[in-house]
């Protein structure tokens, strides 16, 4: 396991007089902090009405010193004027230790047990990403795991298959790991009073300044909330057909979940809800022209493992499509939401994402986890198409 140095930090919940933390304006903020320049730092995170977490971290602190005197104690020494508020109930303070920690490997070497979560990696709570990463860590595996027992019999299908877990997963982890410990490194990292004093300074301006929303900056909160993880560097995922544009959405990237209407009924739902549950089965999403809709039916009726619905987004005011005659896929067009702000945010908005113009199209092949196994753009090909999608699904 490669790891880091340990440190500790303090934890405790309390109850406060929720009439006593207006005067000091702490019940219109959701985190309070002291940042002090020799690395010592107090957070107190309101969880909802008058509970409070509370977090201290000091250099040189040991396990043994985490009381509730203790905390009181340092609180009223840090926190200007003192502690706003008359605690009523002080849960019994606890020890945490942050240490930076992943394994060698997700797998045992004959493929048998697999790692997730804390038991793959830990890291510092700075950020919040810990359960996230985890749970998409499963999300990642469960339907790989499923897949593997549908598929026993194709053996070498299946090794490929739950080699991607750790291929897409561990660069991940490595990242938040990364991130998280440098966080957390810059606030407990001493420095001199002056530079302290210019730090906390440029906070208190920036949080003052910035439009509220505006932090942390859009592209940074997606990744650390994990919605705009991608695995199109992992080689687990395929762009086929047209070189794609710059910036377009690529085989390995979250499928956007914009909302739309199905045939059956006019109330808006998010296409990953209409996709539906999480299985092992992948979707056809056909993106553009109409006539793609049946023509993909055809070409992958007998292809395993794909969902019986192939769905249909076009861009607004464009004709009905024709019926589906394949018999085994249903060819299914959403439709955008008829509520005027929100129907230029659903078809049109995927295909300028995927950057189409207006004659092209693009076929997409999602995952269970609701992330691209396959985008393919350009003139559609029966046998490129089917090829893609047997050289991604591996079983």
Wanted: with cysteine; charged share 20%; net charge neutral.
């Amino acid at each position: 396991m490669v790891t880091s140095t340990h440190r500790f930090f303090f934890l405790a919940d309390v109850e406060v007089e929720e009439s006593d933390l207006e005067p000091g304006g702490w019940d219109s903020h959701g985190l309070n902090a002291v940042l002090q320049s020799n690395g010592t730092f107090v957070l107190f995170v309101r969880l909802q009405g008058k509970v409070f977490r509370t977090y201290y971290c000091a250099k040189d602190i040991q396990p043994e010193s985490c009381t509730e005197e203790f905390l009181r104690s340092q609180w009223e020494t840090l926190v200007p004027e003192g502690f706003p508020t008359k605690i009523t109930r002080f849960e019994t303070p606890q020890v945490f230790r942050v240490s930076c920690r992943i394994v060698t490997s997700y797998s045992s070497t004959g493929g048998r047990v697999f790692l997730a979560g804390d038991a793959a990696h830990c890291h510092s709570p700075a950020g919040g990403q810990g359960m996230n990463t985890g749970l998409q860590d499963a999300a990642n595996l469960g339907w790989k795991l499923s897949a593997a027992v549908r598929n026993s019999a194709n053996k070498s299908g299946v090794k490929s298959l739950l080699a991607t877990y750790e291929k897409e997963r561990r660069p991940i982890a490595e990242w938040v790991l990364s991130t998280s410990d440098a966080m957390f490194s810059s606030i407990t990292k001493p420095i001199s009073p002056f530079m302290g004093a210019l730090r906390n300074c440029l906070i208190k301006t920036v949080l003052f300044l910035a439009p509220e929303g505006f932090l942390p900056p859009a592209t940074m909160r997606n990744k650390m909330f994990g919605t705009s993880i991608s695995y199109h560097t992992a080689g687990t995922c395929i762009d086929s057909g047209a070189k794609p544009s710059y910036g377009a959405l690529l085989a390995g990237d979250r499928l956007p979940d914009y909302e739309y209407c199905t045939p059956d009924s006019d109330q808006p739902k998010s296409l990953q809800v209409v996709i539906g549950p999480l299985s092992d089965k992948y979707t056809l999403v056909v993106v553009g022209d109409p006539k793609l809709g049946a023509k993909a039916a055809t070409a992958t009726s007998g292809v395993p493992n794909i969902s019986k619905n192939i769905y249909l987004i076009c861009g607004t005011n464009t004709p009905p499509s024709p019926e589906n005659s394949s018999g085994e896929k249903q060819v299914v067009r959403l439709i955008p939401s008829t509520v005027p702000n929100q129907r230029s945010n659903c078809s049109d908005s995927l295909i300028a994402q995927l950057r189409l113009g207006k004659k092209e199209s693009a076929i997409l092949l999602v995952r269970p986890d609701m992330y691209l196994a396959m985008v393919h753009r350009g003139v559609f090909d029966d046998a490129v198409l089917v090829n893609s999608i047997k050289a991604v699904t591996l079983v």
